[in-house]
């Protein structure tokens, strides 16, 4: 089974619409007439997917504008209506968004985000054809306590309680240890092969061996050009979530290289 690996920028709080211009830019100029065996994602905050837009699918994108796909951060999980501060799945496709990540460590424990909620955000994103990057991972805590499996299997059948065979296939899972996030700690490459060797069993308990083998199961934590090849080599990584080194377009793009075996 050969499965694209994919790519992704999470910028978080980071890059208004000006700084999402010079990044693009640049890493646009740096990308001219390569072709390259994975797909690239970006995922500025809201207020710049309007730029984003833009630049990606204006009549004068140059060359290779179309290699980048667009992601949302979060999404509602309702449809419209008074939920002040929200915005919803039709709005986000407005701007060519075709991503959008669900369930990231820091919606979960700083904002509160339930596996439930997740999940009836992972149904809307559906609803609207858009694809989510599904967010799993556990604490330091929870793994020092032999805990890993129970936090993972707990997450991935919250998030994808009634979300039916066909749908899954449009989903990307991201396994993120939170311990891994942003802190410069990443996990060996056996800790992460192990780690998504069991998010993929638990996929094929749920959905069948087939459904297993055909999702992607990015890793995310602390991804650097100087780790993406040896994360990248294991089995069952399929690409990676990143954020802080994808917020310079340089690194970004040799994590890329070095993690997709794109020539440099
Ligand atoms: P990091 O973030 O690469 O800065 O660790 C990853 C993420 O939160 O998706």
């Known amino acids: 089974m050969t499965r694209k690996p994919i790519f992704a ?10 700084e999402t211009e010079d990044f693009i830019k640049s890493f ?4 001219q007439g390569e072709n390259f065996p994975c797909e690239i994602v970006v995922a500025p905050p809201f207020i710049s997917l309007p730029k ?9 994108a140059g ?14 999980q309702f449809d419209s209506g008074a939920y002040t501060g929200e915005v919803s799945v039709l709005m986000l496709r407005e701007f060519f ?35 989510p990057i599904f967010c799993i991972g556990e604490t330091l805590a929870e793994r020092e306590s032999g805990k890993l499996e129970d ?18 296939g449009e989903i990307v899972i991201a396994y993120e240890p939170v311990w891994a996030i942003g802190t410069g700690v990443t996990a060996s490459s056996q800790q992460a092969q192990d780690a998504h060797a069991f998010v993929r069993s638990v996929i094929a308990d749920l959905y069948g061996a087939d459904a297993a083998a055909k999702i992607r199961i990015q890793y995310g934590g602390s991804v650097k050009p100087g780790n993406a090849a040896e994360l ?11 954020g802080g080194a994808a917020l310079e377009s340089q690194s970004f793009l040799e994590i890329i290289r070095h993690g997709s075996g794109s020539p440099e």
Not at 9 to 18: D, P, T, V
Not at 28 to 31: F, R
Not at 151 to 168: A, C, N, Y
């Open 28 to 31: 646009l100029s740096k990308i």
């Open 97 to 131: 968004v075709h991503f959008v990540i669900l369930g990231h460590s820091e919606r979960r424990a700083i904002f509160g985000e339930t596996d439930a909620m997740i999940n009836a955000k992972i149904k809307k994103a559906r609803e609207a054809n858009l694809k």
């Open 52 to 60: 984003l837009a833009d630049l990606l699918h204006n009549a004068n």
């Open 151 to 168: 936090v993972l299997r707990t997450q991935i059948t919250g998030g994808l309680e009634g979300v039916s065979e066909k749908d899954l």
């Open 63 to 76: 060359q290779n504008a179309h290699a980048i796909q667009i992601a949302a951060q979060n999404c509602s």
């Open 9 to 18: 920028a999470n910028w978080k709080m980071n890059k208004g619409a000006s």
């Open 232 to 242: 990248m080599a294991c089995p069952d990584i399929d690409g990676a979530l990143i």
